[in-house]
């Protein structure tokens, strides 16, 4: 689902906001869960699941599929989520 899609829908749900309010509310959220997993807090939205940041170890001879040439891959961190089991249920059904 994009952006729109969801401001739709929750204009939908709440007509008595405006639109403009409602993309404030959106990046608000967007924002604030950036804000934390770049600090490298871990964020749970209960019920939906959590995002954390896992680092990548670096790799000394990873091979470029097209080429064959050995390459350096240095360590990185990457973002991580994992469903809540209720997420998990509600999909399995």
Known sequence: MSRP?????LKIQNPSLSQSDL???IDTICQSIEQSIKSGEKVELRGFGTFFVKKIK???S???PKTEEL????????VRFKASKFL???INE
């Open 23 to 25: 993309e404030v509310v």
């Open 71 to 78: 390459i350096y891959v240095p360590e990185k961190n990457k």
């Open 5 to 9: 899609k969801i401001i739709k829908q």
């Open 58 to 60: 670096e790799k000394y």
């Open 62 to 64: 990873a091979r470029n």
């Open 88 to 90: 998990k249920k509600f």
